[in-house]
């Protein structure tokens, strides 16, 4: 799975990524929105919160690339799969939409 770059992760949204638990397992805290991947797998879980509870919590395995990026006053993560793909856009509010082929 192609993955952006840690820099890449700060100029879309101004965080680092993190790891938790295993070291390869990487996540970004992004506001509301829990993003974390797993290179090697090609995994991606995408966790949206209100509060302390979640309200959307994707999970999907076969991904082939990830991407982020920003502008005009709006950042997004989309992540490619051989059947599909997940889109988040995380400013100015979230929304989530996943299409399978």
Do not use: C, K, N
Request: proline share 4%; hydrophobic share 40%.
């Amino acid at each position: 799975m192609q993955v952006p770059s840690d820099d890449e992760f700060v100029d879309a949204f101004g965080v680092a990524l993190e790891t938790e638990g295993d070291p390869w397992i990487r996540l970004a805290r992004i506001e509301d929105v829990l993003l974390s991947f797993d290179e090697h797998a090609a995994s991606v879980r995408v966790r949206w919160f209100d509060g302390d509870e979640p309200v959307v919590d994707l999970y999907r395995e076969g991904a082939s690339r990830l991407r982020v990026w920003s502008g005009a006053g709006e950042s997004h993560v989309g992540v490619e799969f051989g059947d599909g793909e997940i889109h988040v856009r995380i400013h100015p509010t979230v929304r989530i939409s996943s299409r399978h082929h």
